[in-house]
């Protein structure tokens, strides 16, 4: 038996727990350099605003519907994920973190009588916790726990519901096919024509024909729906390789501060990849200008670094990574974005020394930033390479304040 807890518009949730002003009011939240509309309260998307619109094109409607608007905050998002799914690492030893506000849960190893009273449980610790409500599906397989999670958060007030025996013909009748999980609307067009238009339908369908005229993982989700779990819990494994990339603020010319770009997504890219206890043996450096530019020529170039040996010390990548983003600029054009992808990652484990050359690793250096930066604030410490002022950043002009990660910006409380 399976769990789904997933958090309910989290990115506007996330923006209501330090602002309770905002609960029933409409929110978006912006892409990077406030593109697009990535995400919507259940209000804003009541009075209609599409998800994925550029901001200047649903600007009017905002301001009339005075939906609050906010840029991404990452920072933030992803703190209040770490600490939901710390939480729901007390309730099982069994979970997958399936994304930033999604996770599996597997039931079968505790001794519960009532999975939704259970459940209840765990949604109210989370929202007393965090502030951040949740819904959670339960069912016999992965596939009908997110079936279930798609009924709590469309059909229940509670934001809980179990399928089992006795309703799942009903509950897969009621879903159209495309919103079953791993479909889609271009796999649903292809199952509709062959008259598989519910959820229903495709759980009666024929496993081997479906693996004949797709694939086996559609052959699994037709036993999925049969109550035959196909799918298990997956372990979290080390990446092989880590990227940090973004879109510029503003039009970037000049080399320098192209360098210090690629600088602080070096370093970003070494934080990720020291957290998961790895080292890099190479390291891609790519540069472009935007396609949408009618005053220059699309230029998009990109060279790869292979180091002498395995590396995870900041200093010592950045400084390839310097070196290598002379080899591809190109002067006089406006550059849109720039990137570091550290590649062909190792675990610190099966490092092996080399007793004629020594590791040039500052190890000793490398804990102390991290932990410096982990107990103050993300850059409170930073290589003097990626800038001090960073005008080269997306734009977020409507972000709000790292509530939980930086001292400076902590929720201030008043008494009256």
């Given amino acids: 038996m399976y769990a789904l807890v997933d958090c309910n518009n989290f990115y506007a949730s996330c923006e209501r727990v330090f602002n309770p002003a905002l609960k029933h009011k409409p929110i978006v939240i912006l892409s990077n350099n406030d593109g697009c509309v990535i995400a919507r309260s259940n209000e804003a998307k009541a009075i209609g605003i599409p998800m994925g619109l550029p901001y200047f094109q649903c600007k009017t409607l905002i301001e009339q ?13 992803g703190d209040m994920s770490s600490r939901i799914m710390s939480l729901l690492s007390a309730f099982t030893p069994e979970y997958e973190i399936y994304s930033i506000d999604e996770a599996f849960l597997k039931l079968d190893s505790l001794a ?6 259970y459940a209840s449980k765990i949604q109210q610790h989370i929202l007393k916790s965090t502030g951040i409500p949740v819904s959670v599906g339960i ?15 469309k059909k229940t007030l509670l934001g809980l519901f179990e399928i089992h025996a006795a309703n799942v013909e009903e509950m897969l009748a009621s879903l159209a096919v495309e919103d079953i999980w791993g479909i889609g609307n271009n796999l649903g067009k292809r199952l509709r024509q062959m008259h598989i238009h519910s959820a229903l339908d495709f759980k009666q369908a024929s496993p081997v024909k479906m693996r004949k005229q797709f694939s086996v993982v559609v052959e699994k989700i037709v036993h999925e729906l049969n109550s035959l779990s196909c799918l298990g819990l997956n372990e979290i494994e080390p990446k092989q390789s880590i990227t940090s990339s973004r879109s510029f603020g503003i039009k970037v010319t000049e080399l320098a501060r192209l360098k210090e770009a690629i600088a602080y997504h070096s370093t970003i890219a ?6 998961q ?5 190479g390291i891609y450096v790519f540069i472009k200008t935007s396609k949408h530019n009618e005053k220059q020529p699309y230029y998009r170039n990109a060279i790869t670094v292979t180091f002498e040996s395995p590396l995870n010390d900041t200093g010592l990548i950045i400084q390839q990574a310097l070196q290598a983003i002379e080899k591809i600029f190109c002067p006089h054009l406006s550059y849109h974005k720039a990137g570091v992808m550290l590649l062909d990652l190792i675990d610190a484990s099966l490092l092996q020394p080399d007793l004629f ?7 000793i250096l490398m804990e102390a930033l991290d932990k410096i930066n982990a107990k103050f604030q993300k850059g409170a410490l930073f290589y003097a390479a990626e ?15 790292d509530f939980t990660t930086n001292w400076k910006e902590l929720a201030i409380a008043y008494a009256k």
């Fill in 112 to 117: 519960i009588q009532d999975h939704l009273v």
């Fill in 357 to 363: 050359s020594p590791s040039p690793n500052r190890v």
């Fill in 65 to 77: 519907s005075h939906t609050h608007v906010f840029s991404s905050n990452y920072t933030l998002y």
């Fill in 277 to 281: 206890h790895s080292f890099a043996r």
């Fill in 270 to 275: 070494c934080t990720k990849m020291r957290k």
């Fill in 387 to 401: 800038g001090i002022q960073k005008k080269w950043q997306m734009k977020r002009g409507k972000k709000s304040s």
């Fill in 139 to 153: 069912g016999p397989t992965k596939t009908l726990a997110k079936v279930a999670n798609y009924i709590a958060k």
